[in-house]
């Protein structure tokens, strides 16, 4: 098993990396969350790894961190859900937009990626709950509750998501709800 890979990165094709290791080049398939973070061409990089062996090849998925590795392997434990909807899933969603989209059961999240209908996002959402949030830090999981109220208040008035997100950004930690949707409102009453 190839549990991590570290070399110089040769080459860059989303979502396919090629990784010389000591004069050995490694095709590694990684979601495009890690993709993004590679440094340029030429440079030295370490990928956490995932090796696949079915009958028609032998396939390499990398990861920038172990957060993705694990969330990885918790999508293709899901019945109909293999390695390259895995991978689309994790290009998608953050490990962290997956952890908090699965706790509070949002379908409409996943059905945003590519390849994932309804009744595939309540698959996942059945098959993981709980099992991506224990593993995770509370950080990234899931805001308080009353941030997540305030967010849902504030869209229910008729705010897009990235006016909403942004003025939930500007709030002082600890706010109560009440008093988050009144500052909240306040903040973008003046933009």
């Known amino acids: 098993m190839i549990g991590r890979l570290t070399g110089i990165l040769l080459e860059k094709n989303p979502p396919q990396v090629l990784l010389d290791v000591h004069g050995v080049g490694y095709e590694v398939d990684v979601p495009m969350s890690t993709f993004y973070n590679l440094p340029a061409n030429g440079e030295k990089i370490t990928l956490l790894t995932h090796f696949v062996v079915r009958e028609d ?7 920038a961190s172990e957060a993705e590795r694990f969330a990885f392997r918790q999508l293709i434990k899901i019945s109909g859900v293999g390695a390259r909807m895995a ?8 490990v962290g937009d997956l952890a908090q989209a699965i706790a509070r059961q949002e379908v409409g999240r996943l059905i945003k990626v590519p390849g994932i209908g309804k009744k595939t996002a309540e698959r996942l959402l059945l098959e993981l709950k709980g099992k991506l949030a224990e593993t995770l830090p509370s950080s990234v999981v899931a805001p308080p509750d009353s941030q997540h109220d305030i967010l849902n208040a504030l869209l229910a008035l008729g705010y897009n998501d990235r006016e909403a997100s942004a003025a939930l950004k500007q709030l002082p930690a600890g706010s109560s709800t009440s008093d988050g949707i009144r500052q909240a409102l306040k903040l973008l009453s003046k933009v």
């Open 57 to 63: 090849g032998q396939f390499l998925y990398g990861f």
């Open 87 to 94: 991978l689309a899933v994790l290009s998608g969603l953050s």
